[in-house]
């Protein structure tokens, strides 16, 4: 393992730069660090890093010019703290997308252990760790939006054009489209009227909890003196709860349908109805995530150090 105090970055070829950086921070284990020293603020690399690693470390000057720039660089996430799924996910979308590809729930039910999260998937703690550390080399999530980095207004906004719109436009497409499919098939394949009632039921609920979260939450985003503790607590609270219904039944769709699986006599309306419902599934999926893990902490975070501020 590649462990360096200080690397001088001025003697290093510049193509090889941020790579050999790079190769240094991948090597630390969580809770070490290492000083990069340049003759020019290095603050690209910060950005670099937060767009490729994730907020997995922290970044603090110990000398800031005119002549040399020193920063201590340390990766976060130390043995003294117990993760959960959900924060892990978070902080680094390359083990999101480890979790996502071993079928660990890390939106919805993203408030477990490592260890937890690994039995039920059949898996010891290890072996998931193993997994994780392995992400860490696989290249950087430059692909992938930076989340957690965004400013939490501006992540609101987000979550209401891409996720609340996706839910607008396609949930009453799949609401017709069940509804169809049941009266065509409903005789040969009775699951699909108890569907076609429960997606009903699902959106009905949906449409209501983003109204919510746009009217009295979001705002607060762009607001921040209008903070009440408690209420958003509450708010959050409630709306965390709203997700796991969610989440539940988006399994029981599963389950009624068998893991969407399309009987030999399905027509295209049928067959496109399982398409779109999987994709919705999806979307739901990360749109909890980014609620849960990133957004929902972040409010309750600035909500506290407003009151430390006041
Ligand atoms: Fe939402
Ligand atoms: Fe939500």
Redesign the pocket.
Known sequence: MIKTAILNVTTIEPRLKHPTIFEHFDALEGGESFIILNDHDPRPLYYQLLGERGNIFTWEYLESGPEWWRVNIAKTGGQSKQETVGEIAAADMRKAEVFKKLGIDFCCGGKVSLKDAAATVGLSEDALRDELAKSETQGNVSVHLDFNGWDISFLADY?KNIHHGYIREFGPIIEQLANKVASRHGNESPELVALAKNTHDFMADLYQ??EK?EELLFPITKDLASLEEEEINRIIHE?EH??ED?GAELVNFRKITSDYALPAHACNSYSYLYDRMKAFEQDLFQ??HL?NNILFPKVIDLCREQLHVN
Do not use: D, G, M, R
């Open positions: 979550i909890h983003i979260e709306l709203e997700h969610a749109h909890i609620e």
